[in-house]
Structures are given as structure tokens and as C-alpha cells.
């Protein structure tokens, strides 16, 4: 099984900072990563796919990037409405794994 | 619009079994791999299972192998999670979500709102 590790676990931050965060694979995964975000009671919605690609009506503010094993998700500059839980996710195998979660509060 | 809408939740005994259902809508239910994602209340996401788009493959997590059965009916655009033999540690809520390909290995690009599943005696 292919493990993902992220970090933080949590973060705080400021209306306008920029935020990062990191997502290792525990074997080469290529780009085969996503990026989700959970807010609190809701369904995960899809960022992010294929490491680095925007999903449609995404804002740009959020990017992604990294390959092989090291993965980086980024805000580039927070807004209130960021308020959630960021997840990564493999599908280099078809049993997917997800990373632990980054919970940002504002 | 694409809509997939869970069902079947509940409380249940340790050992007893339920099924879940999603039905899909606002698009061709046939082309698309489907996954059932579970989160025990407070935590993280985990990947439950995956079905092909015709049916002829699925996949599991360790943790449900030999007790969850996924499976697709085409013709009713629904997709089903028959869970036998539960346990406490299965309590969560159900997401259905659709994978981008037929054949899993993508994104997971639309989810449902999630059925609420609580094992206890």
C-alpha cells in the first residue's frame, strides 16, 4: 500500500498570507495526485488534479506542483472562505490512499 | 448537473449487514469508474472501493476485503455498497464519488452528500 504523509496536520493563518502545504508518497507516484477540500459537514471537492492542474472554476489563488515522492499544495494569498481541511491523494494505485488532512484556520 | 445522491445509512448492530446505494444523474453513468469514501466522525478521508465503469473489476481496502461487496447496476445509473459482517470501527459517513475514468487511476471529480453509517449495540 502506498502511504501519504502531510503536513502540518493544522495551521493558522492571516486573511491575505500565503499558505503551504506538503504531502510526501512512500514510493514514486509520478504525478498521479490530487488535492481535495472538506469543509466542516460537507462533501470533499477537487482542486487540483494531476499534481499541478487547476480543476475548472478553481480560483488561482490555489496551485499545486512536485512529482516522484514530494508534493506541494499553495494558497497564495488566504481568504476567509479557505476556512477547511486540505487532503492529498494518490491514484498511482488503484487502491487510493489519502494523506492525513491540513486543517488551516483563519 | 451531475448529482450523486447516497442512501441506505442507519444504525446497526455489530455483525449485521446494510446497503448502501448512490444514484448518479446529469451524465452517461456507463463511461465512469465509481468509489465509495468513508470518515469516521472527526477524521480523515479513507478510500473504501472502486468499481470499473462496466462492472468487470472492482477493488478494496484492506480494512473491508471479504466484507464489503461494491457493485453497479447500469441500467439504473445506482451503485451499491453491501457491507456485511460490521464493526464498530466501519462507523462513518459513505461518500459515492465518481472517478474521472472508466477504469479508476484519476481524479475524483464529483462526490455525493454522504450517508451516515453508526455501528453500536
Known amino acids: 500500500d502506498i502511504q501519504m504523509t502531510q503536513s502540518p496536520s493544522s495551521l493558522s493563518a492571516s486573511v491575505g498570507d500565503r499558505v503551504t502545504i506538503t504531502c510526501q508518497a512512500s514510493q514514486d507516484i509520478s504525478n498521479y495526485l490530487n488535492w481535495y477540500q472538506q469543509k466542516s459537514g460537507k462533501a470533499p471537492k477537487l482542486l487540483i488534479y494531476?499534481?499541478?492542474n487547476l480543476e475548472t472554476g478553481v480560483p488561482l489563488r490555489f496551485s499545486g506542483s512536485g512529482s516522484g515522492t514530494d508534493f506541494t499544495f499553495t494558497i497564495s494569498s488566504l481568504q476567509p472562505e479557505d476556512f477547511a481541511t486540505y487532503y492529498c491523494?494518490?491514484?498511482?494505485?488503484?487502491?487510493?490512499?489519502f494523506g492525513g488532512g491540513t486543517k488551516v484556520e483563519i | 448537473q451531475v448529482q450523486l445522491v447516497e442512501s441506505g445509512g442507519g444504525v446497526v448492530q455489530p455483525g449485521r449487514s446494510l446497503r448502501l446505494s448512490c444514484v448518479a444523474s446529469g451524465f452517461t453513468f456507463n463511461n465512469f469508474g465509481m468509489h465509495w469514501v468513508r470518515q469516521a466522525p472527526g477524521k480523515g478521508l479513507q478510500w473504501v472501493a472502486l468499481i470499473w465503469y462496466d462492472g468487470s473489476n472492482n477493488y478494496y481496502a484492506d480494512s473491508v476485503k471479504g466484507r464489503f461487496t461494491i457493485s453497479r447496476d447500469n441500467s439504473k445509473n445506482t451503485v451499491y455498497l453491501q457491507m456485511s459482517r460490521l464493526r464498530v470501527e466501519d462507523t462513518a459517513a459513505y461518500y459515492c464519488a465518481r472517478d474521472r475514468r472508466g477504469m479508476g487511476r484519476a481524479a475524483l471529480d464529483y462526490w455525493g452528500q454522504g450517508t451516515l453509517v453508526t455501528v453500536s449495540s
Open positions: 491523494q494518490q491514484y498511482e494505485s488503484r487502491e487510493l490512499s
Open positions: 494531476d499534481a499541478s
